[in-house]
């Protein structure tokens, strides 16, 4: 996987701080990654989510919202309704450099942002929800105890996991407004809600909603015993693996390259990346691989180097060998 850092201009003409994890082979297709709350790109699950998804062929775009992590502007002046506006202008982003989404992932409120901005993003044919609210106004939980002041003086200084922000009263009139349930129902792509039966932050009942509210297909799936924030690597490879393999129904098929004909007995190897050492190599026409070199030879680690696969031919005869007269 190799990462790229981009940026992009936001809802109010911002800069936004993205990353964009490929894969080492050609794209599959591409995801949207938006996190959690007051979250940032790098935080573990999304870290870990996309590096799942790149080694099954997806590159990710992960991004700060604005006002958050490295990304320009001011948090204080932000509010679910950018949030979607932000996530469409990554999509768009995407798209002007030839990688148009045809995932979008989110995670907790970023769940319920990409429910909103599915219908605005023509070329995403899938949407994955993990621990999402089904009412963005749940969020409001996180400060409740500073509702009055927020009303009374315009704003209020809240601590979110140990870091202090700003919220405003337009933040909690734009959540108080929204609606998620219309957007849900007039979806019109497929959807995949992932939540965890014990998550304290937001409860599953919020997925219960959501799944109700959508329409065929969709699909549910538990993550047992994780908490809100996939900390834990494995709940996160869990997490991607099962977005990878859901997700395939939904991307173009797979197809073997086209050969020609090949005579038993041969193996043809073509070059098949002009500025590196990546090769494609088919077997009797039946089989095909990729030979490469580790990144910091200058490959792109897509297959075996070519002593491996020297050593995978001696080593399998001779166990074959073994076997034959044992």
């Not at 809802?11 to 994890?21: E, F, M, P, T, Y």
């Not at 297709?29 to 870290?47: V, Y």
């Not at 982003?93 to 909103?116: Q, W």
């Given at each position: 996987?190799?990462?790229?850092?981009?940026?992009?201009?936001?809802?109010?003409?911002?800069?936004?701080?993205?990353?964009?994890?490929?894969?080492?082979?050609?794209?599959?297709?591409?995801?949207?990654?938006?996190?959690?709350?007051?979250?940032?790109?790098d935080i573990p699950a999304a870290r870990r989510i996309a590096e799942s998804l790149s080694?099954?062929?997806?590159?990710?775009?992960?991004?700060?919202?604005?006002?958050?992590?490295?990304?320009?502007?001011?948090?204080?002046?932000?509010?679910?309704?950018?949030?979607?506006?932000?996530?469409?202008?990554?999509?768009k982003h995407l798209e002007g450099i030839g990688l148009p989404p045809s995932i979008l992932?989110?995670?907790?409120?970023?769940?319920?942002?990409?429910?909103?901005?599915?219908?605005?993003?023509?070329?995403?044919?899938?949407?994955?929800?993990?621990?999402?609210?089904?009412?963005?106004?749940?969020?409001?939980?996180?400060?409740?105890?500073?509702?009055?002041?927020?009303?009374?003086?315009?704003?209020?200084?809240?601590?979110?996991?140990?870091?202090?922000?700003?919220?405003?009263?337009?933040?909690?009139?734009?959540?108080?407004?929204?609606?998620?349930?219309?957007?849900?129902?007039?979806?019109?792509?497929?959807?995949?809600?992932?939540?965890?039966?014990?998550?304290?932050?937001?409860?599953?009942?919020?997925?219960?909603?959501?799944?109700?509210?959508?329409?065929?297909?969709?699909?549910?799936?538990?993550?047992?015993?994780?908490?809100?924030?996939?900390?834990?690597?494995?709940?996160?490879?869990?997490?991607?693996?099962?977005?990878?393999?859901?997700?395939?129904?939904?991307?173009?098929?797979?197809?073997?390259?086209?050969?020609?004909?090949?005579?038993?007995?041969?193996?043809?190897?073509?070059?098949?990346?002009?500025?590196?050492?990546?090769?494609?190599?088919?077997?009797?026409?039946?089989?095909?691989?990729?030979?490469?070199?580790?990144?910091?030879?200058?490959?792109?680690?897509?297959?075996?180097?070519?002593?491996?696969?020297?050593?995978?031919g001696l080593g399998a005869c001779t166990s074959m060998t073994i076997r034959m007269y044992?």
């Amino acid at each position: 996987m190799t990462t790229e850092r981009y940026e992009f201009e936001g809802h109010a003409g911002n800069k936004l701080s993205a990353r964009l994890d490929r894969p080492d082979v050609p794209e599959r297709t591409t995801a949207l990654f938006a996190h959690c709350f007051t979250c940032s790109k790098d935080i573990p699950a999304a870290r870990r989510i996309a590096e799942s998804l790149s080694g099954l062929g997806i590159a990710v775009l992960r991004f700060d919202f604005t006002g958050l992590g490295h990304s320009d502007g001011e948090f204080a002046n932000t509010n679910f309704t950018s949030n979607v506006q932000d996530l469409v202008l990554a999509a768009k982003h995407l798209e002007g450099i030839g990688l148009p989404p045809s995932i979008l992932i989110g995670h907790s409120l970023g769940g319920a942002a990409v429910l909103k901005a599915a219908s605005e993003i023509p070329s995403v044919k899938a949407v994955v929800t993990i621990g999402a609210p089904a009412d963005p106004s749940h969020v409001s939980h996180h400060f409740e105890e500073n509702l009055d002041k927020i009303r009374t003086e315009g704003e209020a200084e809240v601590n979110l996991g140990g870091r202090n922000f700003t919220i405003r009263k337009q933040f909690v009139e734009d959540i108080a407004q929204e609606n998620l349930e219309p957007a849900i129902a007039r979806l019109r792509k497929a959807l995949l809600v992932m939540h965890a039966p014990l998550d304290n932050t937001v409860g599953i009942e919020n997925a219960a909603q959501i799944f109700g509210a959508a329409k065929h297909p969709k699909s549910f799936v538990t993550l047992d015993d994780a908490n809100h924030l996939i900390t834990r690597k494995e709940d996160a490879a869990y997490a991607a693996s099962v977005i990878a393999a859901w997700v395939e129904k939904y991307l173009p098929p797979m197809t073997k390259r086209e050969v020609g004909k090949i005579p038993d007995g041969t193996v043809r190897v073509s070059e098949d990346d002009a500025n590196g050492f990546r090769q494609f190599v088919s077997i009797d026409g039946k089989f095909q691989l990729l030979a490469d070199e580790p990144i910091n030879f200058g490959g792109t680690n897509a297959g075996p180097n070519p002593y491996q696969f020297l050593s995978t031919g001696l080593g399998a005869c001779t166990s074959m060998t073994i076997r034959m007269y044992s």
